[in-house]
């Protein structure tokens, strides 16, 4: 298998994710903008995704797919099914119970995350919430099957999946959000009916995948069974990775309910800013991060199950270099170019030239941290594969700490808003990053190939000449003026972005580096 070919492949249905994802939140910033009423979408939309991430892409996945690629390797498909079947019987019953719950406590959830809300919003948070619920169900079986999919080798429709919330969300919001109000309900209840259907349409397209390769999970809907399905020793098995994993996971998502009820704190819209900003961060970390890290989690831990140490510190490596070969140029990007990016992705309908600098500033912030965001997604999945949760939870306790403080420091002391905010995430991930690394070198687990100092410095070459560029061109126009001939504006961005692209490459090139040493990686 050709890791890269592998890679893009997932990376481009990730990039058909993302590009809807986006057009979502430019329907959202169309119609909604950025006041009390979006960030109570934002609130309400946090809390199944803070939970579909403990439950599914986070603390479940991280100790599911390690355990169900070792039992593939060591005991073959027949013991790795009864696996399958197992796991997704406790999954489902403890769901079912999680939705209940959620739906009883939605108003001490908003109240959690987003304690300032002015009234009417904190009630139309609590039904929205309650609405979207049922998405962490559906959200959480999805990632059982990718799990399994991923694992073999079936990566196209885990990464397509995320598409159809999209399109749902879009569909909800122009279709539906101008006439809820003749039928008595707030329009921006269309956006949680788009979620709530988005997350159903997610789920069945898993089954005829997982029918192809025979391994369609059988729930056990009864008592006895469930408590067969619990006493199995790989459930156990997993349930035990994830306590450590949850505690790590649970410690980003606290970090993620401190910082929403700083960003409504800072002020109105300010929640809604960080989200838009936030939309165009996920571009490079599912493009490149995501990608890697679906791709090299069972690739390592197959290495791992079979005492493969050098091919498992290569996988590390190829994967470390393709972040800084791509990441950096998006980070600087980021950096400089936000106002441009953000006025032509958002500047229309209810966002004003106000929303477009404030986020602006929150893309910056994400910029100066974009490297360790993307790169965690790499070597976190170092550990995981070692099947060792508590040392990623551990970096994670003590990054949630210096997250706040700096949080403390940009935000409250020198008082730079909603873009303290995300340069604490930012500068917090690079942290985590570092640490992570630093691990993995200590245990021997990783050992850099020759020629990374050169490469290094020929990326940074190629990213400060393609920064100098898209400088120039942010200060050489006036992107929030040019919103008044909308074709002329998106003309300019094209022929910015590919210019700075063709620029990037062509200075590597010259340079040297060789880029099919990254093609030949299997």
């Known amino acids: 298998m050709n890791l890269l070919r592998t890679a893009s492949v997932v990376s481009v249905f990730t990039l058909l994710s993302r590009i809807t994802g986006l057009v979502r939140e430019q329907m959202v910033a169309h119609l909604f903008g950025a006041n009390a009423m979006t960030d109570a979408f934002q609130v309400a939309f946090r809390i199944p995704n803070m939970l579909r991430r403990l439950f599914a892409e986070g603390a479940f996945s991280q100790a599911f797919v390690p355990a169900l690629a070792a039992a593939r390797a060591q005991n073959g498909d027949d013991a790795t099914r009864d696996l399958i079947d197992a796991v997704a019987t406790v999954l489902l019953w403890a769901l079912l119970a999680t939705c209940v719950l959620g739906v009883v406590g939605a108003p001490v959830l908003v109240w959690a995350l987003g304690a300032g809300l002015p009234p009417s919003a904190h009630e139309a948070a609590v039904v929205m919430t309650r609405w979207m619920f049922p998405y962490i169900g559906c959200m959480s079986l999805v990632a059982l099957a990718a799990g399994v999919l991923n694992t073999w080798r079936r990566f196209v429709v885990p990464a397509v999946t995320p598409v159809l919330l999209n399109l749902s969300s879009i569909a909800a919001g122009y279709g539906l959000s101008p006439h ?53 020793q790989g459930v156990r098995h997993v349930l035990k990775q994830m306590g450590p994993a949850l505690l790590g996971v649970g410690v980003a998502q606290l970090s993620l309910v401190i910082n929403t009820q700083i960003a409504i704190a800072v002020g109105e819209g300010a929640a809604s800013w960080l989200t838009y900003a936030d939309r165009l961060m996920e571009f490079p970390i599912a493009l490149l991060g995501v990608a890697l890290g679906v791709v090299l989690t069972p690739q390592l831990s197959a290495s791992q199950a079979k005492g493969e140490t050098a091919q498992y510190s290569a996988l590390l490596d190829w994967g470390l270099r393709l972040v800084l070969l791509l990441a950096l140029p998006c980070a600087v990007a980021l950096l400089v170019f936000a106002e441009p990016l953000v006025a032509v992705l ?13 986020t602006a500033q929150a893309v910056m912030g994400y910029g100066a941290g974009l490297m360790g965001l993307v790169a965690i997604k790499v070597l976190a999945p170092g550990f995981y594969a070692r099947q060792d949760m508590r040392t990623p939870v551990r970096i994670a306790l003590l990054v949630l700490v210096l997250t706040q403080v700096m949080n403390g420091i940009f935000v409250f002391w020198l008082g730079i808003g909603v873009a303290g905010l995300s340069l604490s995430i930012g500068l ?9 690394l630093y691990g993995l070198r200590k245990l021997g687990s990783y050992a850099p190939t020759p020629g990374w100092w050169l490469f290094g410095l020929r ?6 000449a393609m920064g100098a560029l898209q400088w120039w061109l942010a200060h050489h126009f006036d992107w929030v003026a040019l919103g008044r001939h909308e074709l002329v504006r998106a003309g300019w961005m094209a022929v910015s972005l590919g210019g700075s692209a063709l620029l990037y490459f062509s200075v590597l090139l010259i340079s040297g580096l060789n880029l099919r040493q990254f093609v030949r990686r299997s």
């Open 459 to 464: 990326v940074v070459l190629a990213s400060a």
């Open 180 to 232: 809820l109000e003749a039928w008595g309900y707030r329009p921006i209840y269309a956006l949680a009916l788009g979620v709530m259907v988005g997350g159903v349409l997610q789920l069945v397209v898993q089954i005829p995948a997982l029918m192809r390769i025979g391994l369609m999970p059988r729930f056990a809907l009864t008592f006895g069974g469930l408590k067969r399905a619990f006493l199995h």
């Open 428 to 436: 917090g991930a690079v942290i985590n990053a570092g640490l992570l």
């Open 346 to 358: 958002y500047q229309r309908g209810a966002f004003r030239a106000q929303d477009v600098a404030q």
